[in-house]
């Protein structure tokens, strides 16, 4: 605790990244080295999230998007899906009882459509009743992959122009932005991937195009606030050019 704190006054004196998105990854090998069944590690993970998602609030993070369950991730075993389901669902039923206190604001990015009709009702909830929250903002990525997004926001466009409401020639970079799940969200400044992996796996395509990546090989379930601020730390000694000249 007294590390933690002292870590919280250290962190004041440093620029943090405004947006930082996670790509929570390594719980089935960490169940897997602990002769747990690899579903188990998720619940773990989930911790790791409450810990990471905390720290966040409490060192001015404005934006922090976690990766999770992709479009792919329904190729799981049910049982490692329904796994996943049931601490999301439990999570969000927690949120919304300690929202108030809490003051996290919640956003939904993915095909919501999928879930099971209780779970996409409480996503709904929590996002609506958080919405005018000044804490950390959540983005939580449910049902998401980064190709999806973006032939969902082409379908959108699309169908816009059909109507009469857009036209193919105002089409730019802002504005096929503001059909994205991430509307009015800013572009990712950081993205740290765990578990010793080094991919996007089809995580915010659009959005990481000028993101500095941090990867690390901790496991999610064993990543700490501490490697976090190594993370921070690495991002603050980038350069960050976006394409130009310093
Ligand atoms: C990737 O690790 C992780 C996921 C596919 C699911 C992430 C979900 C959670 C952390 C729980 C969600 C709940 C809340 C409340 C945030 P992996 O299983 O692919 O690990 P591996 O690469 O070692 O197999």
């Given at each position: 605790?007294?590390?933690?704190?002292?870590?919280?006054?250290?962190?004041?004196?440093?620029?943090?990244?405004?947006?930082?998105?996670?790509?929570?990854?390594?719980?089935?090998?960490?169940?897997?080295?602990?002769?747990?069944?690899?579903?188990?590690?998720?619940?773990?993970?989930?911790?790791?999230?409450?810990?990471?998602?905390?720290?966040?609030?409490?060192?001015?993070?404005?934006?922090?998007?976690?990766?999770?369950f992709s479009t792919e991730n329904w190729k799981r075993s049910q049982e490692e899906i329904s796994t996943i389901m049931g601490l999301l669902g439990k999570y969000?039923?927690?949120?919304?009882?300690?929202?108030?206190?809490?003051?996290?604001?919640?956003?939904?990015?993915?095909?919501?459509?999928?879930?099971?009709?209780?779970?996409?009702?409480?996503c709904i909830q929590t996002q609506e009743r958080s919405k005018d929250y000044d804490g950390v903002q959540v983005n939580f990525c449910l049902n998401y992959g980064?190709?999806?997004?973006?032939?969902?926001?082409?379908?959108?466009?699309?169908?816009?122009?059909?109507?009469?409401?857009?036209?193919?020639?105002?089409?730019?970079?802002?504005?096929?932005?503001?059909?994205?799940?991430?509307?009015?969200?800013?572009?990712?400044?950081?993205?740290?991937?765990?578990?010793?992996?080094?991919?996007?796996?089809?995580?915010?395509?659009?959005?990481?195009?000028?993101?500095?990546?941090?990867?690390?090989?901790?496991?999610?379930?064993?990543?700490?606030?501490?490697?976090?601020?190594?993370?921070?730390?690495?991002?603050?000694?980038?350069?960050?050019?976006?394409?130009?000249?310093?």
């Amino acid at each position: 605790m007294g590390l933690f704190s002292k870590k919280t006054k250290q962190s004041a004196q440093r620029p943090v990244p405004q947006h930082i998105a996670i790509i929570m990854d390594g719980n089935g090998r960490w169940a897997t080295k602990r002769g747990m069944p690899r579903y188990g590690g998720h619940a773990y993970g989930a911790e790791t999230f409450r810990t990471i998602a905390n720290y966040c609030k409490d060192i001015g993070v404005k934006y922090l998007t976690v990766y999770a369950f992709s479009t792919e991730n329904w190729k799981r075993s049910q049982e490692e899906i329904s796994t996943i389901m049931g601490l999301l669902g439990k999570y969000l039923q927690e949120a919304l009882l300690d929202m108030e206190k809490n003051r996290v604001r919640f956003v939904f990015s993915g095909d919501l459509s999928r879930l099971s009709p209780e779970l996409r009702d409480m996503c709904i909830q929590t996002q609506e009743r958080s919405k005018d929250y000044d804490g950390v903002q959540v983005n939580f990525c449910l049902n998401y992959g980064g190709r999806d997004e973006i032939m969902m926001a082409a379908r959108r466009f699309a169908r816009d122009c059909m109507e009469g409401k857009q036209s193919p020639e105002n089409l730019d970079e802002g504005l096929f932005s503001s059909y994205l799940y991430s509307a009015q969200v800013p572009d990712p400044d950081l993205i740290i991937r765990p578990s010793g992996e080094k991919r996007t796996s089809n995580f915010l395509l659009w959005q990481s195009a000028y993101s500095e990546y941090v990867f690390t090989d901790v496991l999610w379930p064993d990543f700490t606030p501490e490697d976090l601020e190594k993370a921070i730390a690495e991002y603050n000694q980038r350069s960050r050019r976006f394409g130009g000249v310093k």
